[in-house]
């Protein structure tokens, strides 16, 4: 499989993602709660959800197939929710880049332990040398710009 167009959407993704949070901490200045501003926020993400279910077809969403999941797999959704709030509540304060830095250094902390463990299904991917290095220049990274 060509990797490189998936990795070239995921940066596509990724810059567009980096307009969220100061776009939902306007929203929170004008409706005065961060929660207030994640709620529309979500609400919007919904109502284009359906949208594209329409669109591009929704699998097999059933009783059955939904049942089938562990319950802890739907918390999914609560951390996207404390994604949308804390981009409303932090990002305004610390500025985006910092912001997202840290975000990213946190995934890669996050993600690097997920690899590790194989934790949800994932293939095991050991911890090295080059994988910590690269971790440490992101996290060494996060505290320049937040210098500067």
Known sequence: MQMLPYMLAALAVGIVVSFQ????GML??????????AAVSIG???ASILLFLLVMGHGEIS?????????WVYLSGTVGAAFVAA???????????VFFICIVAGQLVGSMLVDHFGAFGLEVRSMSFMRLLGLVMV?????????S
């Open 44 to 46: 919007v993400a919904f």
């Open 87 to 97: 981009g409303a509540a932090i990002a305004p304060v610390t500025g985006g880049l």
């Open 63 to 71: 009783r059955r197939t939904l049942g089938s999941v562990p319950w």
């Open 139 to 147: 996290l060494g990274g996060a505290v320049l710009v937040s210098r």
């Open 21 to 24: 949070p100061p776009l939902n």
């Open 28 to 37: 929170a200045r004008s409706v005065g709660s961060a929660y207030g501003a």
